[in-house]
């Protein structure tokens, strides 16, 4: 480039652009990195929330399926009831079936 009127002022405005470009590369880099922070605590506040909300509902079903199997072991319990009163009932029948034979 010739060497000019311009030329010095050029090479401050080159000077000066290229300051700005690495103060600018700089600050992008902090709010990179900060934005990077702010990220990983917001996502470890969502994985502590999520987890307590698992528990929670873990903790509900687990409750639930403790009053199902109380339900099934009451019904066991009439089947083997009913069980064996049938029974009975069929030695009674059977019974009486052989006395009038």
Known sequence: MPDGPWTADLDRLQGDLEQKIEATRVDLREEIAATRVDLREEIARSAAETRRHFDVVVEHF????????????????KVDRLRGDMEQRFDQVERRLLRLS
């Not at 687990?62 to 319990?77: F, H, I, N, P, Y």
């Open 62 to 77: 687990t409750s639930k399926l403790q009053l199902v199997a109380e339900g099934v072991a009451m019904v066991d319990d």
